[in-house]
């Protein structure tokens, strides 16, 4: 089983950037395809980027491409979700996940059974 840990969390201006690392212990992260998902106050959690076991493949909700760029370094077991010309409506908690199924970009977040504690992300105009 894997555990996640987010970081890089904080406040920014609308325009601003931020970096947000997933860091996973366990059994070799490499066998696992991640992906970023984020709630709002009040909303469902929604889908944001999700990226392949390998780094070879990626896939972004629509709201946040060509803004974000998800990568990952399989030696260091970390995810990390680069998050430019942010907006207001970005604010919220972002959690990373994981899953196990091959050749998956999964976007509910309900076919990853592993998550993190989630990271506060707020955008101010």
């Known amino acids: 089983q894997v555990q996640l840990v987010e970081s890089g969390g904080g406040s920014v201006q609308a325009g601003g950037s931020l970096r947000l690392s997933c860091a996973a212990s366990?059994?070799?992260?490499?066998?696992?395809?991640a992906g970023w998902f984020r709630q709002a106050p009040g909303k469902e959690r929604e889908f944001v980027a999700a990226?392949?076991?390998?780094?070879?493949?990626?896939n972004y909700a629509d709201s946040v491409k060509g803004r974000f760029t998800i990568s990952r370094d399989n030696a260091k077991n970390t995810v990390y979700p680069q998050m430019n010309s942010l907006k207001p409506e970005d604010t919220a908690v972002y959690y990373c996940?994981?899953?196990?199924?091959?050749?998956?970009?999964?976007?509910?977040?309900?076919?990853?059974?592993?998550w993190g504690q989630g990271t506060q992300v707020t955008v101010s105009s």
């Open positions: 990226i392949a076991r390998g780094g070879d493949s990626t």
């Open positions: 366990g059994p070799t992260f490499s066998t696992y395809a």
């Open positions: 996940a994981a899953h196990s199924i091959p050749r998956a970009l999964l976007v509910s977040p309900r076919g990853y059974p592993y």
